[in-house]
């Protein structure tokens, strides 16, 4: 049993190799690549919209604060649920 975070270990404990590992390893990669492509075409309007108001100086500060408490969490999560 291989003993670990993250998607290695994953197709570690499906036992892929060769070409399939390779298949696995490059679908992934291409996956989350994607997922960010999809994330700034939705939000990067969506900021260019908000910055245009009158709360726009506030913005960076309440993104920063959004990943700040989300990041907390995960690391909380992670140390001692998990």
Wanted: hydrophobic share 60%; proline share 4%.
């Amino acid at each position: 049993m291989v003993h670990g975070l993250g998607f290695a270990s994953a197709l570690g404990e499906l036992g892929l190799k060769g070409a399939m590992l390779l298949r696995g390893l490059v679908g992934f990669n291409v996956g989350v690549e994607i997922g960010q492509l999809v994330f700034v075409a939705v939000f990067l309007p969506a900021q260019m919209w908000l910055a245009r108001g009158r709360g726009a100086p506030l913005i960076p500060r309440i993104a920063s604060l959004t990943v700040a408490v989300i990041g907390t969490y995960w690391l909380v999560e992670r140390i001692f649920i998990g």
